[in-house]
Nanobody, 115 residues
Framework: QVQLVESGGGLVQAGGSLRLSCTASTSIFSNNAMGWYRQAPGKQRELVAVITSDGITNYGDSVKGRLIISRDNDKNTVVLQMNSLKPEDTAVYYC?????????WGLGTQVTVSS
């Protein structure tokens, strides 16, 4: 069974930093894209960042310049370094992996940014 497990969420003050990590139980994503979405209360899920197997990245407009996505295929891990956090970054952050036309999701980790 494929599992994606997120860690690193929590409460931080505006302007602070958090580092989210997501580890897959399998190496099936090593040649495919992985990344993060987020969903705030009452809002639709939105793309935060995605990284391809060869390291090409893409970010949502609201996080460009503040968040950095990276991956370690040997460890089946994708990391999201979040800097200069704002209250509007408060959301549940979901890790995802793309394989064989299917998207696999983690259960999510809560990030709360206080003003």
């Amino acid at each position: 069974q494929v599992q994606l497990v997120e860690s690193g969420g929590g409460l931080v003050q505006a302007g602070g930093s958090l580092r989210l990590s997501c580890t897959a139980s399998t190496s099936i994503f090593s040649n495919n894209a992985m990344g993060w979405y987020r969903q705030a209360p009452g809002k639709q899920r939105e793309l935060v960042a995605v990284i391809t197997s060869d390291g090409i990245t893409n970010y949502g407009d609201s996080v460009k310049g503040r968040l950095i996505i990276s991956r370690d295929n040997d460890k089946n891990t994708v990391v999201l370094q979040m800097n200069s956090l704002k209250p509007e970054d408060t959301a549940v952050y979901y890790c995802f992996g793309d394989y064989d036309t299917r998207i696999y999701w983690g259960l999510g980790t809560q990030v709360t940014v206080s003003s």
